[in-house]
C-alpha cells in the first residue's frame, strides 16, 4: 500500500494524449409542481443550469484533476456548443489547441432535464458520420508532430466518428515507435480497430458484445461465448483471454461493477480486485475515472497490476460522489490508508 501511494504521488509528472469523441454535458434542474396543459408532461421550474465536459473531455478533466498535463484531441463543430466546451476546457486547464472544428458537423452535445433527482428527458445533438479525410489528416499530422512530448494516449471511443480504422492503425504504429503507453476506452462495434494496443478498459456489456462482433472462433470447445445471455465468470475469461489472444494486445481491463474488475495479461496472469467502494450514490462517469487513473499510473513506471489496483481505489472514490465526478491525489492517498 506504501508502494501504491508512491505511485498516486507521482500521477502529477505524466503527460497525456486524449484522443476520441468529445462531448459537451449540459444539466437543467428544478422542480416539478404541475402538468403542462398543452401536453400531459411535467413543467420543470428550472432553477439550475450548467455544463460539464464529457466523452474524452471527461476523461481529460478526470486526468487534470491529478494536475498532470493533458491535451485534448478531437474535432467539434462551429456553433455556440463548440465555444461553450472550449470555455469550460480552459477553466480546468485541459489545453485545447488540438482540437479541429468541421462546419457541417454538431458539436456533439447531451442536455439532461432534471427534476428533484429524477431525470425527466435528454436532448442529444450529435453527428456520427466519418471525419472529412482533411480532418483525419490534421489529426494524423499532429500525432505525428507531437507524440515524443507525451508518455502516454488515450483512446476514447463514443462511436461519434473520431475514432475510425486509418486512424487507430496510425496512432498504435507512432506509440509502439516511440515506446508510448496506449489504451482503449472500447466502443463494442469497434473492437477489430484496437489490435496492438497496450490495454482496453472494457465493462461487462461491452466484453461480452465485443466478442460476439468479433467472432472469434473458440478453439477450446469448452465456453460458447456467442450467444445472447449474460456470461458467467468462465466466459468472461474465456471471453477476455480470446481478445487478449486475437488483438496482440498487453492486457484487458474487464470492469464488474459491484464485482469490481479483472485483469488480464498478456502473460497469462489473471488478476481478481474486488471492489473497495464504500457507497455508490453514482456511477456515470466511473469508466473514465478508471482508464485515466490506469494509464496516468502506467505514464509514471507503475506496473498493470498496481496500476489497476490504483484505478479500482479511484473509481471506489467517485462512485461515491453524485454525478460525473473525479478524485485527485489527496482524495486517493486518504484512500489508500
Keep these: 500500500m506504501k508502494h501504491l501511494k508512491e505511485i498516486v504521488h507521482k500521477l502529477n509528472q505524466a503527460k497525456v ?6 462531448i459537451l454535458d449540459e444539466y437543467i434542474s428544478g422542480s416539478v409542481e404541475r402538468v403542462s396543459p398543452e401536453a400531459p408532461v411535467p413543467v420543470v421550474w428550472a432553477n439550475k443550469h450548467s455544463y460539464v465536459p464529457g466523452g474524452a473531455a471527461n476523461v481529460a478533466n478526470n486526468i487534470a484533476a491529478f494536475d498532470a498535463k493533458v491535451s485534448l484531441l478531437g474535432v467539434i463543430g462551429r456553433d455556440k456548443n463548440a465555444e461553450i466546451l472550449r470555455h469550460e476546457l480552459k477553466k480546468r486547464k485541459i489545453s485545447s489547441v488540438a482540437i479541429f ?16 433527482h429524477q431525470q425527466v428527458v435528454r436532448v442529444d445533438w450529435e453527428h456520427t458520420h466519418a471525419l472529412t479525410k482533411e480532418s483525419n489528416l490534421k489529426i494524423i499530422k499532429y500525432i505525428e508532430k507531437n507524440i515524443a512530448k507525451f508518455d502516454a494516449v488515450i483512446i476514447e471511443d463514443y462511436g461519434k466518428g ?15 515507435k516511440y515506446k508510448k503507453v496506449v489504451t482503449v476506452d472500447p466502443k463494442e462495434e469497434n473492437f477489430i480497430y484496437y489490435r496492438g494496443v497496450t490495454a482496453m478498459t472494457p465493462n461487462r456489456r461491452e466484453l461480452e458484445n465485443g466478442v460476439r462482433n468479433l467472432r472469434i472462433k473458440d478453439t477450446t470447445n469448452k465456453f460458447c461465448v456467442h450467444n445472447d445471455r449474460l456470461f458467467n465468470d468462465q466466459e468472461i475469461n474465456a471471453a477476455a483471454t480470446q481478445i487478449l489472444k486475437y488483438l496482440n494486445l498487453d492486457s484487458i481491463l474487464v470492469t464488474l ?9 498478456k502473460n497469462g496472469r489473471l488478476v481478481n480486485i474486488p471492489t473497495v467502494a464504500q457507497e455508490v450514490f453514482d456511477v456515470s462517469g466511473a469508466g473514465d475515472t478508471v482508464i485515466a487513473t490506469f494509464t496516468l499510473a502506467l505514464a509514471v513506471g507503475a506496473s498493470l497490476t498496481e ?18 465526478a473525479t478524485t485527485n491525489r489527496k482524495e486517493l492517498s486518504e484512500r489508500l490508508k
Design 307 to 324: 496500476a489497476a489496483y490504483i484505478a479500482n481505489y479511484a473509481a471506489g472514490v467517485v462512485v461515491g460522489k453524485l454525478g460525473t
Design 17 to 22: 494524449l486524449v484522443i476520441g469523441d468529445l
Design 162 to 176: 473520431v475514432v475510425n480504422p486509418h486512424l487507430l492503425a496510425e496512432v498504435v504504429a507512432l506509440c509502439r
Design 257 to 265: 461493477g459491484e464485482q469490481g474488475m479483472r485483469l488480464f495479461e
Design 101 to 116: 472544428s468541421e462546419a457541417n458537423r454538431h458539436t456533439t452535445a447531451k442536455t439532461r432535464i432534471i427534476a428533484g
